[in-house]
């Protein structure tokens, strides 16, 4: 039987749409004929959602008792015998109650599939394995049920179901989300705009991330190596000359010419003793690449052209930017980067720039500690013995006047030629051939490879035996040179990765792509687990496509601590390349801890500043409260003693100033909820610009009968401000009655709108007593003797807006209020407007 096929919907956060868009795609199945049933379905009371379920078949749940309780669950022996051809199953993270054959609704799921039943399910961002840290750092809330990824990668659909925070929180303020009790402390905590910008942004990774791992396994099954030019990538090889910058800035304006580009500039280190780029040049090439907007990466191999191209098509690069060479030397000797890049790039395009300083490209390779110095200078040896090694026999049988010992003293001078070039066996064959040759022309019988003399023998026993221990001590020095060069790579290697950790402290999946880059691998994984006996592993940060999940998915995995593990998929690694890795391992786990332990102390004393702040809140909304509870209780005591007033006006007062005191108490209370509106994020805003005048007129109006004089002067032709209009009116108007509030009888509060610098300032003055609490507070962004001033403050800073308090001339205090200006509006359309 075949197995079913599961698709899922996945959302950022609850209330997006994916039940809706789940039981769509059951009626759209439904209305071509396929049998369709509701497995399980949690509507939540949403009204839209219900309607969409109607006129499908819906199997009944099965009851179960738990703690007391009933519960419902998906009745999976139901579905399996009612065996329809499409399952809807809601929910696919929840956790079954105790005592249903399976612990998860995914493995009901996969009950289900593994029948030939497909499913339609649905499934938010935070229970994803994988991520559920990153959700808690964004949210402070650890998810209780989860889904191992693989799971979800194994659906044969994956659709997103995306809605912007706005209008989602809009969708909650109109109860289409949860019931109407719970939509402010919602708005307020989990779906803070900040926390559901972050979500969103994770599940549009994510499935980024598996349209990406699709198209490549596509290929794969296909054998289709050469790149689809789905996306520009542009590799530029970098030597590490210190004229290099115009390289990079002529790439970065051919990535400029077309849109969605994506820049990668590789250094690839020498594979030979000889001194490789300089450090400092190649920390400026980064900072230039990383400023304009390129990624730098480091690979390792013992062969540049190889590595360039190799690391280009890992990449699905389209395009490679290499330096021309100057030197015909390198074209005749066929060790030119740029020829065989060329030759060997195959779908990629090469462009080679050049300018009258650029050198070749070449990059670091750890070299291999085998061998002495390669088989390419092998060759080389081979080649110069070949030829060299005739050439002097011609001329020294020419001259003939040297005299066995001069000729072999030439000989041997060949020989350590050879050996300088090629090693040690190059240079012993050379001195095989060079005896040959000596013993038939020069010693006597000529022209025979018998010898009349002893001495001749000697001579040449000799010669073989130095030629031999000048080629050994030439391969010595080139291992030494190799081995220097082997730990001069590692420890740029190290030294590069250390720095990489200090420049991105907090983008840990950077710096495991400069580990994947350097080892030339496809994919790596930093993988955590609760506790070192579990064997649940979730990935904490990840480079490359199709990261192993399980260190038995890897072909390489490195145990960092107990709780991490590094694990790599690509080529085999081998001893020395391993204990490499595990030093970067070190360094990956020591930047992940001193990761998570900045954003634990960046939790907590956030944390220990909303407490400051809600504290002062309060003892200012306190400080507050009392004397207004204590105006009232005056009021009423009077009645309370049934003390009967001696007039009617008496009885007017009394009851004006207890109803005065209620209102401004209830006021007050409204502020304190306004508040915590603003510091949870809940307070949504429209910046545009808004008329000044208007707002006046409305802040004005706003302080109701009773009274109040003002004294309100404003400059004429005043441009607007960019600021929310509700919002701003609110400030105006609190500030202004705080000031009336302050302000002794007779002497009125002062208003004055104008501008200063680009922006428009609004200055509340008043003449009230300045006691020592709020002299002090002067000069900070607000007086500390009051919730008014505080609320007035956090509301102008939402709206971009300054608050500023300054003493009054003569006394008191002012609240200066200053906003950006607006550009003033055209004549003509003043013309319109008047």
Request: with cysteine; hydrophobic share 45%; charged share 25%.
């Given at each position: 039987?075949?197995r079913?096929?599961?698709r ?9 749409g994916?039940?809706?868009a789940?039981l769509?795609?059951?009626q759209?199945?439904?209305g071509r ?7 399980l ?7 839209l ?5 109607d ?7 099965r009851?179960m ?9 998906m ?5 399996l ?5 499409v ?22 799921v ?13 499934l938010?961002?935070?229970h994803?394995l ?7 750092e964004?949210?402070?809330i650890?998810q209780?049920?989860t889904?191992p990824?693989?799971v ?9 179901v ?12 109109h ?8 939509v402010e402390?919602?708005?307020t905590?989990?779906?803070?705009p900040?926390?559901?910008t972050?979500?969103r942004?994770?599940?549009?990774l994510w499935v ?5 791992e699709?198209l490549?396994r596509?290929r794969a ?6 790149p689809?030019?789905t ?8 030597s590490?000359?210190?004229?290099e910058?115009?390289l990079?800035?002529?790439a970065?304006?051919i990535?400029?010419?077309i849109?969605g580009?994506?820049?990668l ?5 020498r ?22 907007g ?11 052209a ?20 100057h030197?015909?030397l390198h074209?005749?000797l ?6 065989r890049v060329?030759r060997?790039?195959?779908?990629l395009d090469?462009?080679v720039l050049?300018?009258?300083r650029?050198?070749r490209a070449?990059?670091p390779a750890?070299?291999?500690l085998?061998g002495?110095?390669g ?10 013995a070949?030829v ?9 049988t020419?001259?003939?006047?040297f005299?066995l010992a ?6 041997l001078?060949?020989v ?6 090629g090693?040690?066996y190059?240079a012993l064959a050379a001195a095989?051939?060079a005896g040959?040759?000596a013993?038939?022309f020069?010693?006597?019988?000529l022209?025979s ?5 002893v001495a ?7 010669f073989l035996?130095?030629a ?12 030494r ?6 730990a ?10 250390a ?7 907090d983008d ?5 792509e400069?580990?994947?880059?350097t080892?030339g691998l496809?994919?790596l994984s930093?993988?955590?687990?609760d ?5 649940e ?5 990840s ?8 260190p038995?998915?890897a072909?390489?995995a490195?145990?960092v ?24 391992a070190?360094?990956v786990?020591?930047?992940w ?5 900045r954003?634990?102390?960046e939790?907590l004393s956030e944390?220990a ?14 400080s507050?409260l009392e004397?207004?509870?204590a ?5 009423l005591?009077?009645l309370?003693e ?7 006006a ?9 109803e005065q005191a209620?209102r ?7 502020d304190?909820l306004d508040?915590s509106?603003?510091?949870?994020g ?11 005048d208007?707002v006046?007129?409305?802040?004005l109006?706003?302080l109701?009968?009773?009274g ?9 032709d ?8 509700t919002?701003?009116?609110r400030?105006?108007t ?11 009888a007779?002497?009125?509060p002062?208003?004055?709108v104008g501008?200063?610098d ?5 200055r ?22 009051g919730?008014v001033?505080r609320?007035c403050?956090?509301l ?13 001339d ?6 200066v209020?200053s906003l950006p ?9 003043r013309t319109?407007?008047?």
């Amino acid at each position: 039987m075949a197995r079913g096929r599961l698709r899922v919907y996945l959302g950022a956060a609850p209330g997006v749409g994916k039940t809706y868009a789940m039981l769509a795609e059951g009626q759209r199945r439904r209305g071509r004929g396929t049998d369709v049933v509701i497995g399980l379905v949690e509507p939540h009371g949403r009204r839209l959602t219900l309607e969409m379920a109607d006129g499908l078949e819906l199997v009944p749940r099965r009851t179960m008792v738990y703690r007391g309780m009933e519960l419902t669950e998906m009745d999976l022996d139901a579905v399996l015998a009612r065996r329809p051809q499409v399952a809807l199953v809601d929910e696919l993270a929840h956790t079954n109650v105790p005592g249903c054959r399976n612990e998860k609704r995914w493995q009901d799921v996969e009950e289900l599939l593994d029948a030939g039943i497909d499913v339609v399910s649905t499934l938010n961002i935070q229970h994803l394995l994988s991520l559920a840290d990153v959700v808690e750092e964004i949210t402070g809330i650890r998810q209780a049920e989860t889904i191992p990824d693989e799971v979800v990668r194994r659906a044969e659909q994956v659709e997103l179901v995306d809605m912007t925070p706005e209008a989602l929180r809009r969708r909650m303020v109109h109860g289409n989300v949860c019931p109407p009790d719970r939509v402010e402390v919602a708005l307020t905590h989990y779906f803070r705009p900040g926390n559901l910008t972050a979500l969103r942004e994770l599940a549009l990774l994510w499935v980024a991330d598996r349209v990406e791992e699709g198209l490549q396994r596509y290929r794969a099954e296909h054998g289709i190596v050469a790149p689809w030019e789905t996306r520009e990538r542009i590799v530029v090889a970098l030597s590490g000359e210190r004229d290099e910058e115009a390289l990079i800035r002529r790439a970065v304006r051919i990535a400029g010419r077309i849109p969605g580009s994506e820049l990668l500039a590789v250094h690839v280190a020498r594979d030979d003793g000889r001194a490789g780029a300089d450090p400092a040049v190649l920390a400026g090439h980064r900072a230039l690449v990383e400023s304009l907007g390129g990624s730098y990466h480091q690979v390792v191999d013992a062969d540049v052209a190889e590595a360039l191209l190799r690391f280009a098509r890992a990449e699905d690069a389209t395009q490679i930017v290499l330096g021309g060479a100057h030197h015909a030397l390198h074209e005749v000797l066929g060790d030119c980067v740029v020829a065989r890049v060329t030759r060997h790039a195959g779908g990629l395009d090469v462009h080679v720039l050049t300018h009258e300083r650029t050198e070749r490209a070449r990059v670091p390779a750890l070299p291999p500690l085998t061998g002495g110095l390669g088989r390419g200078r092998f060759g080389w040896g081979l080649v110069l013995a070949v030829v060299l090694l005739p050439v002097l026999t011609v001329l020294l049988t020419a001259v003939r006047g040297f005299g066995l010992a001069g000729e072999l003293l030439i000989y041997l001078m060949a020989v350590v030629g050879v050996a300088l070039v090629g090693g040690l066996y190059p240079a012993l064959a050379a001195a095989l051939g060079a005896g040959v040759l000596a013993d038939y022309f020069f010693v006597q019988p000529l022209h025979s490879l018998t010898m009349a003399r002893v001495a001749d023998a000697s001579v040449l026993v000799v010669f073989l035996a130095v030629a031999a221990a000048v080629s050994a001590a030439v391969e010595r020095s080139a291992r030494r040179a190799r081995r220097h060069a082997r730990a001069s790579a590692e420890a740029g290697v190290l030294a590069e990765l250390a720095m990489s950790a200090l420049r991105d402290r907090d983008d840990l999946p950077a710096l495991l792509e400069r580990v994947r880059t350097t080892f030339g691998l496809e994919a790596l994984s930093l993988l955590q687990r609760d506790r070192p006996d579990s064997r649940e592993w979730f990935v904490t940060a990840s480079s490359g496509s199709r990261p192993p999940e399980r260190p038995e998915q890897a072909d390489t995995a490195v145990s960092v601590t107990d709780e991490l593990a590094l694990a790599a998929r690509g080529r085999p690694l081998g001893a020395d390349d391993r204990r490499l890795l595990h030093g970067c391992a070190a360094q990956v786990a020591a930047s992940w801890e001193s990761r998570r332990s900045r954003r634990q102390a960046e939790a907590l004393s956030e944390r220990a500043a909303s407490d400051r702040r809600r504290a002062e809140a309060l003892q200012a909304a306190a400080s507050d409260l009392e004397q207004e509870v204590a105006a009232a209780r005056g009021a009423l005591e009077p009645l309370r003693e049934r003390r009967t007033p001696a007039t009617a006006a008496q009885w007017a007062a009394l009851c004006d100033r207890s109803e005065q005191a209620v209102r401004r108490i209830g006021a007050l209370v409204g502020d304190v909820l306004d508040l915590s509106r603003v510091h949870a994020g809940a307070l949504d805003v429209h910046l545009r610009p808004v008329d000044m005048d208007e707002v006046m007129a409305v802040a004005l109006g706003d302080l109701g009968p009773g009274g109040h004089t003002l004294a309100l002067e404003m400059t004429e032709d005043l441009p607007d401000v960019i600021a929310d209009a509700t919002v701003l009116t609110r400030v105006v108007t609190d500030l202004a009655a705080h000031a009336l509030r302050r302000s002794a009888a007779g002497e009125a509060p002062a208003v004055a709108v104008g501008t200063a610098d680009g922006h428009v300032e609004i200055r509340v003055a008043d003449h009230g007593s300045l006691d020592v609490e709020a002299g002090e507070a002067v000069g900070v962004p607000a007086p500390v003797t009051g919730l008014v001033p505080r609320l007035c403050t956090d509301l102008a800073r939402l709206i971009g807006g300054e608050l500023r308090w300054d003493v009054t001339d003569g006394g008191g205090l002012t609240a200066v209020l200053s906003l950006p200006a607006a550009a003033k509006r055209a004549d003509a359309a003043r013309t319109a407007t008047d």
